[in-house]
């Protein structure tokens, strides 16, 4: 699993409330010097009457965000960005690229997990994305263009270890793992431009043992795929009518899930395979906090799958009260 480190600090933008002044034209109205002075000020009143009324509608609108850069913010995101990168280049050097050949090489490496790679390779992207979109956002770039430069941060970082792989003893570069990162980091535009996209999103949760390393392979902890699951998570409330959607609690969903079996890159995976599951979700961008600080952690936090209850129905049925 591509890991990240989440960049996420608090969130203060300065903004403004401004009004503007509209002339209205009468079309096919003109005064001329025949017209009595009663008429003459009874128009005048009716002019001023609309722009007041003109006046009133701009000082309703909400206020407008403007947005500018704040520079030592800028240096906090950068040296973050640079202590994180440099220490999973370390890990990645002697874990993955370890003894790396001298030729580069394409390889589709994802049959170990089952393919369970790409979903790790969508929701990674996916997340950093709007991780490092926010930490920009948080520095005084607009939203827009906060969010475009965490996917180009996003694809350049993702790109850089494909690359990597290429040299690595047993990966290969692979272009499956290039469309699935660019998927992901590119799903939250889709998301703005199609708002029916954000009833869907990509979660990933882990088992404790994922912590503890109480598994029989030597693979490493990032690869750990057989405690790991990815989640697609639903949110009904938006796919239900508006006269049922309203008594629909928003904040609970339910989620798909995939995790494997058996799986191991360094132990062989012959005997694994997929496991499906369904689950209760939870949409903590619903829950109460409406604060610019509240809203970013909840955003954050929401790329997790909260342990709830859920049922493996593939390949047999099991129930669990609490699934991690």
């Not at 206020?63 to 950068?78: C, L, S, T």
């Not at 490092?132 to 430069?149: D, N, Q």
Request: contains cysteine.
């Amino acid at each position: 699993m591509r890991i990240f480190s989440i960049i996420f600090l608090s969130f203060v933008i300065s903004s403004t409330v401004f009004t503007q002044t509209r002339e209205i034209t009468i079309p096919g109205l003109t005064l001329k010097n025949s017209k009595g002075p009663n008429q003459l000020q009874e128009l005048t009143s009716f002019k001023l009457v609309k722009d007041s009324t003109a006046l009133n509608k701009d000082k309703s609108k909400k206020p407008e965000k403007k947005y500018q850069i704040v520079p030592w913010r800028m240096i906090a995101i950068g040296s973050a960005g640079a202590g994180v990168f440099t220490a999973m280049h370390i890990y990645y050097s002697k874990t993955w690229w370890k003894n790396k050949e001298k030729y580069f090489k394409f390889a589709e490496d994802g049959y170990y997990a089952r393919n369970m790679d790409k979903a790790s390779h969508i929701y990674t992207a996916n997340a950093f994305t709007v991780t490092v979109g926010e930490a920009f956002e948080w520095a005084g770039i607009s939203p827009g263009k906060a969010l475009l430069y965490g996917a180009i941060t996003s694809m350049a970082y993702e790109t850089y270890i494909e690359i990597n792989d290429g040299f690595a003893p047993i990966w290969g570069f692979d272009w499956i793992d290039v469309g699935c990162n660019i998927f992901g980091a590119v799903y939250p535009f889709l998301q703005n431009e199609a708002p029916f996209l954000k009833n869907f999103n990509f979660k990933w949760s882990f088992k404790p043992e994922w912590v503890s390393r109480k598994i029989s392979n030597k693979d490493d902890l990032l690869d750990d795929y057989t405690n790991m699951t990815f989640w697609l998570s639903i949110s009904p409330e938006g796919l239900l009518p508006k006269s049922a959607a309203k008594y629909y609690p928003g904040f609970l969903a339910f989620a798909l899930g995939l995790s494997i079996k058996n799986a191991s890159h360094t132990g062989g995976s012959g005997n694994a395979y997929r496991e499906w599951f369904l689950s209760l979700d939870y949409d903590l961008n619903k829950l109460p906090g409406n604060s610019d600080f509240m809203k970013k952690l909840k955003k954050i936090l929401n790329f997790y799958h909260f342990p709830a209850p859920a049922v493996r129905f593939s390949p047999s049925g099991i129930w669990y009260g609490l699934y991690f």
